[in-house]
C-alpha cells in the first residue's frame, strides 16, 4: 500500500498536533509521503503562520517593521522544535531570513517559508526525508503546474529516500523563483504526489470527520458524508460546501485514486472516501448525499407572449456575458424564462443589463426579484427514487417556506430550489431534518 498523506494547518498547529501525526503515520507502513500545511490556529483567537507572513510582506511593502510579527513566527516554530526536542536550527535560518527581508524580496517566497519550515520541524519528527518543493513542484512558464516534470522528480525523491516529507503549496518557476498557489494549494501538492507515485489512496487529514452532510453553523450536528463520488462533491463545492481545493481533485480523479477526507484528532473514525463512481446496488445508504447552498442571488424573468423563447433566451444570454455575469441557474417557461446570476456578479450593471433587454428584446415584462438563496439537494441515489422532489416540496411548504424557482440538475445529481434569503436556514434545516436520516 502506498498512501499519501496530507495534513492541513490545524493538524500541524502545535506540538500536540505533531504528536498525533506522528502517531498516525506509524500506524500505518503504507503512509510514506506526508505533505505539510504551515502550522494554523492552535484555538478560535490564534494565526496562521501564511497569514502572519502575509502580513509581514504588506509590512516590509510599506516600509513598516515588522519585527514583532517575525518574533511570534520565531516563538511558535522554536516551541514545537523545543516541545518535541529536535535540533533543526530556526534560529540561523530565520536569521538568513530576517536578513533578506527587504521591499523587494518576493511575497511568494516569504510566505512559503510556513511550508517549508514547518515541513522541516515534521521531517525531523518522522524521521522522513525532507525533499524540498522548490525541487520537486514545478510550475510551467504558463504558470501551471508542469506536471511531467514534477511526477519524474517526486518519483525521483521516493525512489532515493523511500519515506519523505514535502511542503505544501508552493513549487518552483522555470527561472527558479519560488511561486505559492492559491491558498488552500497545500491540498494540490498532496494531489500531484499521490499521483506522481500511483498512490492507492490519497489521505487528507484535516480538524473534521470528513465532509459533513450540511453546514454545521446551520444543522446541528450533521451527519459525515461515507461516501461520495466526485461528481457529486462538485455540486456541492459548487453550490458551497468547502471542502478541498478544487484544483486538487483533478489529478487524483484522473488517475482513478480515492481520496479520504480524515480528522487528525479522531484517527478511528473512517472520514469521507471520495470516488469516481460508488455501487450502491443493495446499498441502504441514505439517499441524499448533501445539502449545500448560497445566499444572494437575484432572478430576472423575462415575459413575452408568443415569443421565439429560444431567440429571446439567446440574446439574454449573450447580454449577460457582455457584462461577464455568468448565470447559475436557467428556468424556461412557455412565454417566459428566469436567470438566476449572484447579486454581487450583476452589481451596478443590473439596470443598465435590464435596459438593454428591454431594448433588444422587447418584453412585455421584465421582473427582478433579489434577496434569493439557492439550496441544493445532491445526491446520486435521487434519480431512482419515485417521488423524491414531492417529498422535498411537502416538507418545505410544511415548514411555511415558498419556493421561489426549481430545477433538477441536468444529470440528476441534484435538485436545486430558490428561496427567500430569509428562509435560507429554515430550508437547509427541513431538508437535512427531511432526507438525511
Ligand atoms: N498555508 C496555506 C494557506 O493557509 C496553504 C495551505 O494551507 O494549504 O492557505
Redesign the pocket.
Same mark, same amino acid.
Given at each position: 500500500m502506498n498512501k499519501v498523506c496530507k495534513f492541513?494547518?490545524s493538524s500541524v498547529a502545535g506540538a500536540e498536533q505533531f504528536r498525533q501525526v506522528r502517531h498516525i503515520i506509524e500506524s500505518d507502513s503504507g503512509r510514506r509521503i506526508v505533505v505539510v500545511?504551515?502550522a494554523g490556529k492552535r484555538s478560535k483567537d490564534d494565526n496562521?503562520l501564511?497569514d502572519l507572513l502575509y502580513l509581514c510582506h504588506a509590512h516590509l511593502t510599506y516600509g513598516v517593521p515588522c519585527n514583532e510579527i517575525l518574533q511570534t513566527i520565531a516563538e511558535r516554530l522554536i516551541s514545537i522544535r523545543d516541545e518535541l526536542g529536535l535540533k533543526y536550527d530556526i534560529e540561523t535560518e530565520l536569521d538568513a531570513l530576517r536578513a533578506r527581508m527587504n521591499r523587494d524580496m518576493p511575497v511568494d517566497e516569504l510566505v512559503s517559508r &510556513?511550508?517549508y519550515f514547518t515541513s522541516r520541524l515534521m521531517a525531523e519528527y518522522l524521521g522522513y526525508h525532507f525533499v524540498d518543493a522548490s525541487q520537486c513542484i514545478y510550475f510551467g512558464y504558463d504558470g501551471a503546474i508542469a506536471r511531467d516534470r514534477t511526477y519524474a522528480a517526486i518519483n525521483d525523491a521516493v525512489r532515493k529516500y523511500g519515506k519523505v516529507v514535502i511542503p505544501?503549496?508552493y513549487g518552483s518557476l522555470p527561472s527558479g523563483k519560488i511561486k505559492v498557489m492559491t491558498? &488552500?494549494?497545500?491540498?494540490i501538492t498532496g494531489a500531484l504526489a499521490a499521483a506522481a507515485i500511483d498512490a492507492n489512496v490519497y489521505e487528507n487529514w484535516t480538524d473534521v470527520s470528513g465532509i459533513l452532510m450540511a453546514d454545521p453553523r446551520i444543522v446541528p450536528d450533521p451527519k459525515p458524508i461515507e461516501r461520495i463520488t466526485y461528481a457529486e462533491l462538485r455540486e456541492m463545492a459548487f453550490m458551497g460546501a468547502t471542502v478541498l481545493h478544487e484544483e486538487s481533485v483533478q489529478p487524483v480523479r484522473e488517475a482513478g485514486i480515492p481520496i479520504n477526507i480524515r480528522n487528525t484528532n479522531r484517527p478511528e473514525d473512517p472520514g469521507t472516501l471520495i470516488l469516481d463512481s460508488i455501487d450502491d446496488k443493495g446499498d441502504s445508504e441514505r439517499f441524499i448525499t448533501g445539502i449545500a447552498g448560497r445566499r444572494n442571488f437575484t432572478i430576472l424573468t423575462v415575459s413575452k407572449r408568443n415569443m421565439n423563447t429560444s431567440l429571446a433566451l439567446r440574446l439574454s444570454l449573450e447580454l449577460l456575458d457582455r457584462y461577464h455575469v455568468p448565470v447559475e441557474h436557467i428556468t424556461l417557461g412557455l412565454d417566459s424564462f428566469a436567470l438566476v446570476a449572484s447579486t454581487a456578479a450583476l452589481g451596478d450593471n443590473l439596470y443598465a443589463i435590464v435596459a438593454d433587454i428591454k431594448k433588444d428584446i422587447q418584453p412585455d415584462d421584465v421582473t427582478l426579484r433579489d434577496q434569493i438563496a439557492l439550496v441544493a439537494a445532491v445526491g446520486r441515489k435521487m434519480t431512482f427514487r419515485a417521488g423524491s422532489s414531492g417529498r422535498l416540496f411537502k416538507a418545505l411548504g410544511e415548514h411555511g417556506v415558498n419556493i421561489r424557482t426549481i430545477a433538477q440538475g441536468a444529470d440528476e445529481l441534484s435538485i436545486l430550489i430558490g428561496v427567500d434569503n430569509k428562509n435560507y436556514e429554515t430550508a437547509v434545516r427541513v431538508m437535512y431534518d427531511g432526507f438525511a436520516g
Open positions: 492541513g494547518g500545511s504551515a496562521k501564511t &510556513g511550508e505544501g503549496f491558498r &488552500g494549494g497545500s491540498d
